[in-house]
């Protein structure tokens, strides 16, 4: 994936979860690694874990994700 692309998706992902209506999904990170995207920080639930993951694959699609939520 072109740089240019995977910035634009990160900045988007990040967006989607820094505005979301969940607290709890507001301080967690988005970083560029290789071919995609990993998810990082720490949430109460795997609710809020898989929640996160599914509102950042509506913006980028099928790019490859990893999920490296911690809940706590």
Same mark, same amino acid.
């Given at each position: ?5 995977? #910035? ?14 969940? =607290?709890?999904? #507001?301080?967690?990170? &988005?970083?560029? &690694? ?5 998810? #990082?920080? =720490? ?14 694959? =509506? &913006?980028?699609?099928? &790019?490859?994700? =990893? ?6």
């Amino acid at each position: 994936m072109p740089d240019h692309l995977a #910035r634009d998706l990160q900045t988007k992902a990040q967006s989607a979860l820094t505005e979301s209506g969940v =607290v709890a999904l #507001r301080d967690l990170q &988005v970083e560029h &690694v290789g071919d995609g995207l990993l998810l #990082r920080g =720490v949430v109460s639930s795997f609710y809020h874990k898989q929640l996160a993951q599914e509102m950042v694959r =509506v &913006v980028i699609g099928d &790019v490859a994700l =990893v999920n490296d939520i911690d809940v706590r």
